[in-house]
Nanobody, 121 residues
Framework: QVQLVESGGGLVQAGGSLRLSCAAS????????MGWYRQAPGKQRELVAI???????NYADSVKGRFTISRDNAKNTVYLQMNSLKPEDTAVYYC???????????????WGQGTQVTVSS
């Protein structure tokens, strides 16, 4: 059984910062990409930032220069440092990890339960 547990969401004023964490646990053989998605009310889930196992990163245009994704592979943990937050960043943020639980079965995407981020104006 694999679990992705997120933490760090909350309420912050515009211009403020938050740091999200997501730890993967369970019978994990290897982790490929780890990243963050978000879903605002009435909108589709969208990619925020993603990090490959090799260290390359990709960001949504709307967060470039403000958000930074990082990983601690020894802890199977991914972080999202969010600075200069805007009201439009308000959403439920979901952690995602593409990982393998056996060497035979290809990697599969797992999701966290989501953490609410609210930015007040």
């Amino acid at each position: 059984q694999v679990q992705l547990v997120e933490s760090g969401g909350g309420l912050v004023q515009a211009g403020g910062s938050l740091r999200l964490s997501c730890a993967a646990s369970g019978s994990i053989v290897s982790i490929n990409a780890m990243g963050w998605y978000r879903q605002a009310p009435g909108k589709q889930r969208e990619l925020v930032a993603i990090s490959s196992s090799g260290g390359s990163t990709n960001y949504a245009d709307s967060v470039k220069g403000r958000f930074t994704i990082s990983r601690d592979n020894a802890k199977n943990t991914v972080y999202l440092q969010m600075n200069s937050l805007k009201p439009e960043d308000t959403a439920v943020y979901y952690c995602a990890a593409d990982l393998r639980i056996t060497i035979v079965i290809p990697a599969k995407r797992y999701w966290g339960q989501g953490t609410q981020v609210t930015v007040s104006s």
